[in-house]
């Protein structure tokens, strides 16, 4: 039905494309090329309308879905005139067949990249705890309240400009929970100086000496994001730990909703982003396409989710089994297991200072991401080059029937140029893949620690 549809669309498409170039024609007074990319634009719009209403129903974002069925538009009719042009220069086809012959790889690339392409669901991976969501508005009916010893970790690399604001947040949240019974007065944030150049260790031990929910952890170098947010982790007390970054972008009131789940029985709380009003385009966009890829790479991720979230004490033990070097927290997490939820919430602008994960940085926890949880990619290359061996056999095919029934043949042309171009770029491409795997056994068989502790404000607190 859905493919009726399609086609149907695609008939109207075609009549009010072509009312409207003669209209612009002979109304409009237009030229022959303006007229024609005109009705040509009316009848994209058209199309697409009816397809994402009525074809698929798809309640994917306008722009998004418009920009990719433009690509697919462009790839079949990219198919449709080599079919043609292939079909009339090579089997002597008058030129109206050669046309139909075109349609129908034209109405297959359209119809299956609208489907799978341009019209699919908006959020894409949707959220894996939408049943536990529902249970849990019945446990917290039934809530009874006690007091939690909690410790906050906040990775910090350069943020002078916004720590204070950071710690007067985070204490008046504690304060805040404490006097309503949720939170022990021993609960306290930890601040881990990721070998920052500016004053950040030297802002976190004054506030220290100050504030009593004040700690700091300084390791030897930078490590990297992952890294410090593990080195807190893994060196902090509490029955239930939460992560969150210092740039004051993750909404700190989800806190307490994390901690209601916590008290009904769930070991992880993510908090995830509601929307992404807040990006670019280009973000947005580049956000939505990784997550979608990963889901096809076999990773199991949290849609919108960053590195927001309560782990119990029991999460942070096990946590200490896994040792990687290659870390990638928002794909090792989900792995353990554990009752979880989910709390939403709006992520703002953040409050001052530079991000510190700019495009190359993000690509490469984008790239970590992949390799460190998919053999996909390996996989890919078998199938690559098996599909290579039969595109070989066909142009080799083809080769011998232009050469024994034609007189177009080159002599020497496909026996030298295309084996090597094609298959030295594929013999490339496989080779810096297996490489990257490789790259990654080395870094792992060297065992070397993830994090070394500099100094800490407190030795006391810390459980070492």
Same mark, same amino acid.
């Given at each position: 039905?859905?493919?009726?549809?399609?086609?149907?669309?695609?008939?109207?498409?075609?009549? &009010?494309?072509?009312?409207?170039?003669?209209?612009?024609?002979?109304?409009?007074?237009?030229?022959?090329?303006?007229?024609?990319?005109?009705?040509?634009?009316?009848?994209?719009?058209?199309?697409?309308?009816?397809?994402?209403?009525?074809?698929?129903?798809?309640?994917?974002?306008?722009?998004?879905?418009?920009?990719?069925?433009?690509?697919?538009?462009?790839?079949?009719?990219?198919?449709?005139?080599?079919?043609?042009?292939?079909?009339?220069?090579?089997?002597?086809?008058?030129?109206?067949? *050669?046309?139909?012959?075109?349609?129908? +790889?034209?109405?297959?690339?359209?119809?299956?990249?609208?489907?799978?392409?341009?019209?699919?669901?908006?959020?894409?991976?949707?959220?894996?705890?939408?049943?536990?969501?529902?249970?849990?508005?019945? #446990?917290?009916?039934?809530?009874?309240?006690?007091?939690?010893?909690?410790?906050?970790?906040?990775?910090?690399?350069?943020?002078?400009?916004?720590?204070?604001?950071?710690?007067?947040?985070?204490?008046?949240?504690?304060?805040?929970?404490?006097? #309503?019974?949720?939170?022990? !007065?021993?609960?306290?944030?930890?601040?881990?100086?990721?070998?920052?150049?500016?004053?950040?260790?030297?802002?976190?031990?004054?506030?220290? #000496?100050?504030?009593?929910?004040?700690?700091?952890?300084?390791?030897?170098?930078?490590?990297?994001?992952?890294?410090?947010?593990?080195?807190?982790?893994?060196?902090? #007390?509490?029955?239930?730990? %939460?992560?969150?970054?210092?740039?004051?972008?993750?909404?700190?009131?989800? $806190?307490?909703?994390?901690?209601?789940?916590?008290?009904?029985?769930?070991?992880?709380?993510?908090?995830?982003?509601?929307?992404?009003?807040?990006?670019?385009?280009?973000?947005?966009?580049?956000?939505?396409?990784?997550?979608?890829?990963?889901?096809?790479?076999?990773?199991? %991720?949290?849609?919108?989710?960053?590195?927001?979230?309560?782990?119990?004490?029991?999460?942070?033990?096990?946590?200490?089994?896994?040792?990687?070097?290659?870390?990638?927290?928002?794909?090792? $997490?989900?792995?353990?297991?554990?009752?979880?939820?989910?709390?939403?919430?709006?992520?703002?602008?953040?409050?001052?200072?530079? *991000?510190?994960?700019?495009?190359?940085?993000?690509?490469?926890?984008?790239?970590?991401?992949?390799?460190?949880?998919?053999?996909? +990619?390996?996989?890919?290359?078998?199938?690559?080059?098996?599909? &290579?061996?039969?595109?070989?056999?066909? &142009?080799?095919?083809?080769?011998?029937?232009?050469?024994?029934?034609?007189?177009?043949?080159?002599?020497?042309?496909?026996?030298?140029?295309?084996?090597?171009?094609?298959?030295?770029?594929?013999?490339?491409?496989?080779?810096?893949?297996?490489?990257?795997?490789? !790259?990654?056994?080395?870094?792992?068989?060297?065992?070397?620690?993830?994090? %070394?502790?500099?100094?800490?404000?407190?030795?006391?607190?810390?459980?070492?």
């Amino acid at each position: 039905m859905t493919l009726i549809r399609y086609l149907l669309v695609g008939v109207v498409n075609t009549l &009010v494309g072509l009312g409207t170039i003669y209209l612009a024609m002979y109304f409009l007074k237009m030229g022959v090329v303006s007229s024609n990319a005109f009705g040509y634009g009316v009848g994209v719009m058209v199309s697409f309308v009816l397809n994402k209403k009525w074809t698929f129903n798809s309640d994917a974002h306008a722009v998004y879905s418009f920009l990719r069925y433009l690509l697919v538009l462009l790839v079949a009719y990219v198919a449709n005139l080599q079919t043609v042009l292939f079909a009339n220069s090579h089997f002597d086809l008058n030129p109206y067949l *050669s046309q139909a012959l075109g349609i129908a +790889p034209y109405t297959a690339i359209g119809f299956l990249g609208s489907r799978y392409f341009a019209f699919r669901e908006r959020n894409g991976i949707q959220p894996i705890l939408d049943q536990a969501n529902e249970a849990r508005a019945v #446990k917290k009916a039934s809530l009874i309240q006690r007091m939690i010893e909690l410790s906050i970790v906040v990775p910090c690399y350069n943020e002078e400009a916004v720590l204070p604001e950071t710690v007067q947040r985070l204490t008046e949240l504690l304060q805040f929970l404490i006097a #309503k019974g949720k939170l022990t !007065s021993d609960s306290c944030v930890y601040y881990v100086d990721d070998g920052s150049r500016d004053r950040t260790w030297d802002l976190i031990e004054e506030l220290a #000496k100050t504030n009593g929910f004040v700690r700091g952890i300084k390791l030897s170098r930078n490590r990297g994001h992952q890294n410090a947010l593990l080195a807190g982790l893994l060196t902090v #007390k509490g029955e239930a730990v %939460i992560s969150v970054d210092a740039d004051l972008q993750d909404d700190l009131a989800a $806190i307490e909703e994390m901690l209601d789940d916590y008290a009904v029985g769930y070991d992880i709380v993510y908090g995830v982003r509601s929307s992404r009003k807040t990006d670019t385009f280009f973000k947005n966009f580049t956000a939505i396409a990784y997550y979608r890829l990963l889901a096809v790479m076999g990773v199991e %991720i949290i849609y919108n989710h960053a590195d927001y979230r309560l782990m119990s004490r029991r999460v942070i033990d096990a946590l200490k089994e896994f040792g990687e070097v290659n870390l990638f927290l928002r794909g090792i $997490i989900p792995q353990l297991g554990f009752a979880h939820s989910i709390v939403y919430y709006e992520r703002a602008e953040r409050f001052a200072g530079e *991000s510190k994960y700019p495009l190359k940085k993000m690509l490469a926890l984008a790239w970590q991401g992949i390799t460190s949880f998919s053999n996909v +990619p390996l996989q890919a290359i078998t199938h690559l080059g098996l599909l &290579v061996s039969m595109i070989s056999f066909a &142009v080799t095919i083809w080769a011998i029937w232009v050469k024994l029934f034609t007189e177009n043949a080159l002599p020497g042309w496909a026996s030298t140029v295309l084996p090597i171009y094609f298959l030295g770029g594929i013999q490339l491409l496989c080779l810096g893949m297996m490489g990257e795997y490789l !790259s990654k056994i080395y870094t792992e068989t060297k065992r070397r620690p993830r994090f %070394i502790i500099e100094k800490t404000t407190s030795q006391d607190d810390m459980s070492l």
